[in-house]
C-alpha cells in the first residue's frame, strides 16, 4: 500500500463531487463579489484584470495543483504534512514555516472576512425592511456609512457570522456542505444574472465593458499588480493551507489537476459575472469606483433599490451572499482546527472555539478601523487595511511560492508524475515548468518590483 492510499483521521470525502462543491464553496466567496470589484474599481480597471487573469492561470492554477497535491500526500493537517512531507524526502524541517504561515495567514484573513461576512448579514434585513427600494444613492450610501459608525452593530453581526462558522466547522466540514453548495450556488449565480441583466437594460453596460477589457497599462503601479497576485491568490483560497487540509481529505482515486481547473474555472466565471453586474450600475448611477471596501454593498443595493423585483431578489442575494462566506470562512478555519485536534488531542468543539475566539479577538482590530480608530495608520493603511494588505498580498503569495517550490523541487518527479496522473505527459512537463520556475520567479520578481516602485 502506497502512503497516499491511506485516509485523513479527520475522515474523507464521500464522493469527488464533495471535494469539487466543497473546494468551490471554499474558493466562491466575499473574495469574488466583495473584493474583486473593489480592488478593481480602486487599481483603474481592464489592466488590472489583465494581470489578474494571467496570474490566476500561470500562477494560481499551478499552485492550486501543487497544493492539493501535497495535502493528499501528506494526510493531515497542513502542519503536520509539513512536518512529514520533508522527513520522508529527506529535506529540512526548515519547511514547516509553510504550516505556521499558513495559520497566521489565517487567522488574519478569517478576522477581517468575518467582518465582512457581518455586513453581509446586515444587508439582509436592511433590504428585506425595504430600506433600498426607490432609494437615492446617499440614502443608500448614508446606510452603509450608519453601519460603519457603529461599532456595537459590526461587532453584532460580526459576531454572529463567526459564531454561524464555528458552528459548521464543529459538526465536521462535509456534514450537509455538500447538499447546500449543490443547490444554494446555482441560485446565487442565477440571482447575478438577474443583476447583469439589469444591468444591461438600465446600467451603462457598454461603459461597464469598456472600463473592464480596455487595458491601459501605463496606468499600471508596481503595487497594483502584487493586489493582482494576491488576489488571485485570495480568490482561489491558496497559500494558507485551507486547500491543503481538504485535499487531505481527498481519496486517492480521484484526479487532482481536472477538478483544479473545474474549481479555478467557476471561480473565475463568477468574479466575472460580478464584476459585469457591478460596474454598469456603478457607471449609471455615478458612483465613486473608487470608494473601496463599501463598493459592492452600496452599488448592488442601489441597483437593487431600482429594479423590479429587488426587494425579493436583493434580500435573496445578501442571505446567499452570506452563505457563500460561511463556505469559505470554514475552510480558513479547517487547518489549525484539525491541527489541534491531531497534535494536541483536542476535542473538535474546544479547538474550533479556540480557534475562532482568536480570530474574532483580531476581528474587533478590523472593525474598529471603520470608526474608533480610523485615525490611526501605519504606512497609510487602518488596522483592516494592514492585515488585508499582509494576508493577501504578501503572506498567501509567500505560502504559494512555498508550496510551489516544495512540489517542483523537493517531491521526486516519479512521485508527482504518478501522484497528479495527467491524461497527457506534456501537461505534467508543463506543470513542473511553471511550479519550478513560473511560479517562483514571478512571484519573487512582483514582489522585488513593488519594493522598487511601489
Ligand atoms: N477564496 C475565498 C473567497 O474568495 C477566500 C479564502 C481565502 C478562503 C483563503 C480560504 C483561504 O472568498
Ligand atoms: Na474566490
Known sequence: MSLSSQSSIHGEWGSRWAFILAATGSAVGLGNIWRFPYVVGEYGGAAFILVYLGCIVLIGLPVMIAEILLGRSGRQSPINTMRTLPARYGAS???QILGWLGVVAGFLVLSFYSVVGGWSLAYVPFTAAGNFSGAETAVVEGFFDDLQASPWQLLGWHTLFMALTAFIVVRGVEHGLEKAVRVLMPVLFFLLLVMVGYGMGAGDFAGALEFMFTPDFGALSGEAILVAMGQAFFTLSLGLGAIMAYGSYLSSKYSIPGNSAMIAGAD??????AGLAIFPIILV????????????FVTLSYGFGQMPGGLLFGTAFFL??????????????????AYLVESRGWRRPAATATVAGAAWFVGIGALLSFNVWAGYELFGLNFMQLTEYLSTSIMLPLGGLLIALFAGWVMPRAFSEKELAFSDQRWYRLWLLLVRYVVPVAIVVVFANTLLNP
Not at 473565475?268 to 459575472?273: D, E, W
Not at 460561511?326 to 479547517?334: V, Y
Open 93 to 95: 524541517q526548515a519547511w
Open 268 to 273: 473565475t466565471l463568477i468574479a466575472m459575472i
Open 285 to 296: 448611477a455615478g458612483l465613486d469606483m473608487q470608494q473601496g471596501p463599501g463598493l459592492v
Open 320 to 337: 446567499l451572499l452570506s452563505f457563500a462566506a460561511l463556505t469559505s470562512a470554514i475552510s480558513i478555519m479547517e487547518p489549525a482546527t
